[in-house]
Nanobody, 122 residues
Framework: VQLQAYGGGLVQAGGSLRLSCEAS????????LGWFRQAPGKEREFVAA????????YYADSVKGRFTISRDNAKNTVYLQMNSLRPEDTAVYYC????????????????WGQGTLVTVSS
């Protein structure tokens, strides 16, 4: 499966953005999917995950209550709605396949897509 994230941009603190990640291939609906991010000079970190059916979601504490992950298996797309953005949310955001629910470390993810840059100004 190949993944491509898009929807990033420049936004003021307190604003919103919605990221999308489209996948190629027929097996999209079989995968647990996640969003990760990497800020300048920092390691890549987990942001959010969603189960195969979309019925389960999990968030990093830093984004809980502000970000929402969702998926549309018919469109082979996973989304990340980001509200109340903060300057510390500035990063390149990536989508990836998570090999197993609960294994949310970047090192255990696969099929990384091209990232999309989100810049939040203060």
């Amino acid at each position: 499966v190949q993944l491509q994230a898009y929807g990033g941009g420049l936004v003021q603190a307190g604003g919103s953005l919605r990221l999308s990640c489209e996948a190629s291939g027929r097996t999209f609906s079989r995968y647990v999917l996640g969003w990760f991010r990497q800020a300048p000079g920092k390691e890549r970190e987990f942001v959010a995950a969603i189960s195969v059916s979309g019925g389960l979601t999990y968030y990093a504490d830093s984004v809980k209550g502000r970000f929402t992950i969702s998926r549309d298996n018919a469109k082979n797309t996973v989304y990340l709605q980001m509200n109340s953005l903060r300057p510390e949310d500035t990063a390149v955001y990536y989508c990836a396949v998570i090999n197993s629910w609960g294994q949310f470390q970047p090192a255990t993810a696969a099929y990384w897509g091209q990232g999309t840059l989100v810049t939040v100004s203060s």
